[in-house]
Nanobody, 119 residues
Framework: QVQLVESGGGLVQPGGSLRLSCAAS????????LGWYRQTPGKQRDLVAA???????NYTDSARGRFTISRDNAKNTVYLQMNSLKPEDTAVYYC?????????????WGPGTQVTVSS
């Protein structure tokens, strides 16, 4: 069992930066693939960035070059550094932890943190 709690969201002006954090409790944090997703009202939750247990990263086109995902296994924390923020980045951002157990995906989600990009 893994429990995730996001922090660091808020209101920022276009062009600004935010750093989201997701603290995890539970065991075996280091073996999980960790991801940041976002969702706006009426739309599905979409992947923003992910990082594997080995440190490989993956970004969507909208995030690549502006966002950086990283993890600190000693602190059981995953981060999302967001730079050059745009109004279209406004969403609730969710932290995700996932691993395979006998070919079945085991997924955990945090409650989310609101990011609003507006002048």
């Amino acid at each position: 069992q893994v429990q995730l709690v996001e922090s660091g969201g808020g209101l920022v002006q276009p062009g600004g930066s935010l750093r989201l954090s997701c603290a995890a409790s539970g065991s075996m944090f280091s073996i999980y693939t960790l991801g940041w997703y976002r969702q706006t009202p009426g739309k599905q939750r979409d992947l923003v960035a992910a990082i594997t247990s080995g440190g490989s990263t993956n970004y969507t086109d909208s995030a690549r070059g502006r966002f950086t995902i990283s993890r600190d296994n000693a602190k059981n924390t995953v981060y999302l550094q967001m730079n050059s923020l745009k109004p279209e980045d406004t969403a609730v951002y969710y932290c995700n932890a996932e691993r395979m157990v006998f070919d079945i995906p085991l997924k955990y989600w945090g409650p989310g943190t609101q990011v609003t990009v507006s002048s």
